[in-house]
């Protein structure tokens, strides 16, 4: 679904400029559950951004195995789930946004998709402020799924939530995955969780991917100290 190859980005010019991502490779297979951690500071959420065309890269290519549009086909969940919402949008406005152009009763679409996320109809009418963290995210979630796309970015999604929350999404990400064959790459700094959802796992460390590893027999094996390191 996504093949990225020596992809750079640097910020800034002369002798401030800085390196931020250097010649980052990295593949997500049709229906694959991949996972990128690293410290804060690593480049992941650049690298997001990037993928989303949110911004230019310096050098570098990606491959998007599109099936019609390019955000029909690629969909992003932002880390903090009230700053990606607009405040004085109800739940239903902002699920209605992006079917803006779609043909049809959107309102139905939206109520059969609701209960996909752990979500139901008394949530339309509620504005951000009036919703947890955790339903907060729930709604981004099921905005990007509303396009129905084939590979999903989650960029530390479950960060700010409490740790039952956290697993509750996890969960709900595995189900998703498993009933509407979508591939994933899950951006985080929680290796524990991302050991447990991913099947393939990439490293970085200072900008770069160090680390690529699949798991076997429920098994991780990393052989760059690095990697080792921050897992031991």
Known sequence: MLQVEGLSKSYGRGARRKCVLDAIHLTVNEGELAGLVGESGSGKSTLARLLMRLEMMDAGTITVAEKGAFYDTLQIVFQ???????????????????????????????????????????????????????????????????????????????????????????????????????????????????????????????GRIVEESVKQDGVWNFSHPYARRLFE
């Not at 409490?162 to 064959?181: H, P, S």
């Open 80 to 206: 903090n789930a009230s700053a990606a919402l607009n405040p004085s949008w109800t739940v239903q406005a902002s699920l209605r946004e992006p079917l803006r152009l779609m043909d049809g009763n959107r309102d139905a679409y939206i109520r059969e998709m609701l209960g996909k996320v752990g979500l139901n109809e008394k949530h339309l009418t509620r504005l951000p402020s009036e919703l947890s963290g955790g339903e907060r995210q729930r709604v981004n979630l099921l905005r990007s799924l509303l396009m129905q796309p084939k590979l999903l970015i989650c960029d530390e999604i479950v960060s700010s939530l409490d740790r039952l929350i956290q697993k509750e999404i996890v969960e709900l990400l595995r189900k998703l995955n498993e009933e509407m064959g979508m591939a994933m790459l899950f951006i985080s700094h929680d290796l524990k969780v991302v050991q447990s959802l991913c099947d393939r796992l990439y490293v970085m460390e200072g």
